[in-house]
Structures are given as structure tokens and as C-alpha cells.
């Protein structure tokens, strides 16, 4: 996959119901291709991204997360993070993105530890547990785009399985090198 080399200015609808400027014009957005409304390994994934937020945020850096789930089943699940979730039930974005899906999203063994501690923790009540049926399906896999205030791609990844994704330090690591 071959990512986009710069992105033209959009607006994208948060679930709240805010425009999300992308580029933003003073600072680099971290955007990230996630999975479904509820799915373990994202929630898992995201809380690194919750508990670092302020140390994201002096870096100059604005997430902004990507599910391809419905904006009422999304709302639920994302309430309580402090960054912008898009709803993108369609895969509009996914596409334009290059973002992909796959039977290796969960038969890679690499993801399987991340799918067992996720749900682990969805079943003891820390996660909300997905709804069954997902209209998007459940083999989505994972991206992650920086992106500078000039709209130029800065960094881009393309997840080879559900657990497959930048971590916070290497979201730091990136911005660093600008």
C-alpha cells in the first residue's frame, strides 16, 4: 500500500458533533484507522493514547481516531476519550486512506495476545463489550498517518494484523524527526 503523499484541507465530523480540521493548521494530526465500535484491541490500544494524552498534546500533536462503525454505536464507546472520533460506516475515508481489511487481521498470532487481554478486560467490565453484529465486519486492519500542518504525510503505517499499529513513542519518534 502506497499512503498518500499529501491530504487537502477536509473537515470531518466528530461523533460530538465538531468539524475536526485535517490538516490542522498549527499542529501535526495523528490519524488512526481503528477497527469497530468496541473491538478489544482498539480499546486497549487507545487507552496508551488516554493515559499519555497530555504528553501527545505538549508534543503539538492532535489525535484523531477512525472506526467504521455508526456514529450512534461509536458514541458509546468513545465518550470518555479526549480526542476526536470519526464515524465511518461506509469506509469513505478508509478508502480514500488506502486503510484495508483482511482474514489476517485476527489469524495472525502476533494479534492474539492483545485479543485475549481485551477481551479479559471487556469481560470484567473495564471495556464495553462490542455489539455482535457489525456492519463494517470485524477484519479491519489497523492505520496510522501523520500528517504536518502543510498537509504533508509525514509518516504513514499500515497495520499487517489487528494488534499491528504505532505506539505512543513511536507517534513521538515521528514527530521528533520533522
Not at 487507552?47 to 508534543?59: G, P
Request: charged share 25%; aromatic share 8%; hydrophobic share 40%.
Amino acid at each position: 500500500m502506497h499512503p498518500p503523499t499529501t491530504i487537502d484541507r477536509t473537515e470531518f465530523h466528530a461523533v460530538t458533533g465538531k468539524l475536526v480540521p485535517v490538516p490542522d493548521p498549527e499542529r501535526l494530526v495523528h490519524l488512526q484507522f481503528r477497527r469497530f465500535a468496541g473491538c478489544p484491541i482498539c480499546n486497549l490500544h487507545l487507552r496508551t493514547f488516554v493515559n499519555r494524552h497530555d504528553e501527545i498534546d505538549r508534543a503539538g500533536i492532535r489525535e484523531v481516531v477512525f472506526f467504521h462503525s455508526p456514529a450512534d454505536e461509536l458514541v458509546e464507546h468513545t465518550a470518555d476519550l479526549p480526542f476526536a472520533t470519526v464515524a465511518d460506516p461506509d469506509k469513505v475515508i478508509y478508502r480514500r486512506f488506502g486503510v484495508e481489511s483482511g482474514a489476517r487481521a485476527l489469524l495472525d498470532p502476533r494479534s492474539w495476545s492483545a485479543i485475549i487481554r481485551g477481551i479479559a478486560l471487556t469481560s470484567l467490565g473495564r471495556f464495553r463489550a462490542p455489539p455482535v453484529r457489525q456492519p463494517g465486519g470485524r477484519l479491519g486492519l489497523p492505520a496510522d498517518f501523520l500528517i504536518t500542518p502543510d498537509g504533508t504525510v509525514l509518516a504513514a503505517r499500515y497495520g499487517r494484523h489487528a494488534d499491528d499499529q504505532w505506539s505512543v513513542d513511536e507517534v513521538l519518534a515521528h514527530a521528533a524527526h520533522r
